[in-house]
């Protein structure tokens, strides 16, 4: 084979780009299916394929841009720059050049920087990708997939980055406190101790995104209200940014309840998986039957997320894989 080449005058980005000990070049390696090499300020493919030649081309060139934009580059970043400039992911198929700009710029538009937050947030995958942008351009969000997708991670991340920056007055974070049979009047202590364990998630996808002293703020001032969802009734919700999670576990009656509590400038956004619904036989899931009902709606988006989208580890991603083949 004879290797193409690309000449980086800039060499901090350069350097940015191989990673301690060159280790991202051993991810570029393993995504293009040929030996990433550098000497000097120049980043070899060791290939005779055109094709993949063009495609490290414009993988390095996102990388770039990338790290003009402020982001590290990580193993993580790279694969989901290839990610966007392959259909499916699939090595060897890169997209055509004018639809790989594209998809490169719209992932850089959606990446998330949460003032004072730990680093830029950017999605791990198309799908992810396309679930920022719902997020970003429709009232009312749906994101339904397994364990592991990102759909409150991300959905926390637009939502601090929005409340951090002004742009609404508060974020409410909500979820049905009734899983698997349970009851909270069986569960020892007051309501706080007795709904804590429903709510950790949510305050686990906060920590992971702003420091502890930024958020006790944020509660004290009353700018972020974590409740279970039966303390939405009644209520009219303006100018605020609304999770609900775990949506799989509201009843039609819920469902319906929440969704109409939503005023002018209140965007909500719905996570859930439809294949853990944990509510007693012969109750329909209120998220199934939402979307089933409000998909066509212009304002409504709906994000269905997949194996393909796990980011949690690949051994999760394979174990969901494995449960959908049964």
Not at 66 to 73: A, F, K, L, W
Not at 82 to 109: C, I, S, W, Y
Not at 236 to 243: A, F, G, K, M, P
Request: one cysteine or more; a negative charge.
């Amino acid at each position: 084979m004879s290797p193409s080449h690309i000449v980086l005058e800039d060499i901090s980005i350069l350097s940015e780009l191989c990673g301690a000990n060159d280790y991202n070049l051993t991810v570029l390696s393993g995504l293009l299916g040929a030996r990433v090499f550098s000497r000097g300020n120049e980043l070899y493919l060791d290939t005779d394929d055109a094709s993949q030649a063009d495609l490290f081309a414009r993988l390095v060139e996102a990388i770039r841009s990338s790290v003009e934009d402020g982001m590290p580059v990580t193993p993580e970043l790279i694969i989901a720059l290839h990610a966007e400039l392959t259909p499916e992911g699939k090595a060897g198929e890169p997209a055509a050049p004018g639809d790989q700009e594209q998809r490169v710029k719209n992932f850089l538009d959606v990446c998330i920087q949460i003032p004072n937050g730990f680093g830029k947030v950017f999605p791990r995958s198309p799908g992810q990708s396309l679930y920022l942008q719902g997020i970003a351009t429709h009232d009312l969000v749906f994101a339904i997939g397994p364990a592991g997708t990102g759909k409150t991670y991300l959905a926390m991340a637009w939502a601090l980055r929005e409340l951090l920056s002004r742009n609404r007055r508060k974020l409410i974070l909500t979820r049905p406190v009734v899983e698997a049979g349970e009851s909270l009047g069986y569960l020892p202590g007051d309501l706080e101790q007795k709904i804590n364990p429903y709510l950790r998630p949510l305050y686990d996808a906060m920590e992971a995104l702003i420091p502890y002293e930024t958020i006790r703020k944020l509660e004290e001032s009353r700018a972020i209200e974590v409740a279970p969802l039966a303390y939405m009734r009644g209520r009219s919700l303006t100018n605020c940014i609304v999770i609900l999670d775990e949506g799989q576990n509201t009843t039609k009656e819920q469902m319906k309840m929440f969704l109409t509590r939503l005023g002018e400038r209140t965007k909500a956004i719905v996570t859930g998986d439809i294949t853990q619904i944990d509510l007693p036989r012969r109750s329909e899931s209120g998220l199934v039957h939402a979307i089933t009902l409000l998909e066509s709606i212009d304002e409504v988006f709906v994000s269905r997320l997949d194996a393909r989208d796990v980011v949690r580890s690949a051994l999760v991603r394979k174990i969901i894989e494995a449960y959908e083949k049964e």
